[in-house]
């Protein structure tokens, strides 16, 4: 039995997950994001090395039991937001809901957690917290290594769902853009994506992603070389 090929496998399936969305469709665990992430995503360039496929994969296995455990509570409770003033649209699940959005995130070192969420998390909440009509949600990070748990409570932050709208309807023009034939992306920012992004890519092959260097601000169709 090859278990180093059984392992592997393990770690590089691929469930389809987004392969099919709309155009109009964002997951709200990229609301958080910046545009360029966020675009990434959209059009299926983000990649990751073993090492971050294998955490994710940790994160998914601690996510998955600790939701078995609970009752009296929705789990993957489905939710849809139509962004004002758009077709767009989120849609997702809420980990855990009873009245309260609870998001599980798992962590391989807590201590970074301990004072307070990121911001792509607190942002993914909000989403939610609209989409079910409730003002409150807490955010419980669990450290892999050793099942330790920090919370954070979060209230509903009308302004900063007003930023994600913006930047969700810049994504989706210049996503469009590229569906027509161009090739401009949002440059990098110096948010941990971007700079994971580049580290990503040479832990993986050395094979840089198409994106990798493009710092050209992006055009409209007509404008683009």
Same mark, same amino acid.
């Given at each position: 039995?090859?278990? %180093?090929?059984? *392992? ?13 969305? @709309? ?7 990229s609301?958080?994001? #910046? %545009?360029?992430?966020? !675009?990434?995503?959209k059009?299926?360039?983000t990649?990751? &090395?073993m090492?971050?496929k294998? &955490?994710?994969l ?12 609970l009752?009296? #509570?929705?789990i ?6 139509? *962004? @004002?003033?758009?077709?767009?649209y ?13 998001? !599980?995130?798992?962590t ?13 998390h ?22 892999? %290594? ?13 302004? !900063?769902?007003?930023?994600?709208? &913006?930047? *969700?309807?810049?994504?989706?023009? *210049? ?9 401009v992306?949002f440059?990098?920012c110096? #948010?941990?994506?971007c700079?994971?992004?580049i580290e ?8 840089? !992603? %198409?994106?990798?260097?493009n710092?050209k ?5 007509? &404008?683009?070389?």
């Amino acid at each position: 039995m090859d278990f %180093r090929k059984i *392992i592997d496998d393990i770690i590089n399936y691929d469930d389809g997950y987004g392969k099919d969305d @709309p155009d109009e469709m964002f997951h709200p665990s990229s609301a958080g994001f #910046c %545009r360029r992430q966020i !675009l990434l995503n959209k059009l299926g360039l983000t990649k990751h &090395s073993m090492k971050t496929k294998g &955490s994710f994969l940790t994160g998914k296995i601690i996510h998955n039991f600790i939701q078995e455990k609970l009752s009296n #509570c929705e789990i993957e409770k489905p939710i849809r937001l139509d *962004i @004002p003033d758009s077709s767009l649209y989120f849609k997702g699940k809420i980990d855990v809901f009873d009245g309260i959005v609870y998001d !599980l995130k798992t962590t391989s070192d807590i201590y970074y957690n301990i004072e307070g969420p990121k911001h792509e998390h607190i942002a993914q909440v909000n989403v939610y917290m609209k989409a079910v009509g409730v003002d409150k949600a807490q955010i419980i990070y669990i450290d892999k %290594r050793n099942f330790r748990a920090v919370f954070h409570d979060i209230i509903l932050n009308e302004n !900063l769902l007003t930023d994600i709208y &913006s930047k *969700i309807k810049d994504v989706y023009e *210049i996503y469009m853009m590229n569906k027509e034939g161009a090739d401009v992306l949002f440059p990098a920012c110096p #948010c941990y994506q971007c700079i994971s992004e580049i580290e990503d890519v040479r832990d993986r092959d050395n094979t840089p !992603l %198409r994106s990798e260097g493009n710092t050209k601000e992006p055009q409209r169709k007509e &404008s683009v070389p």
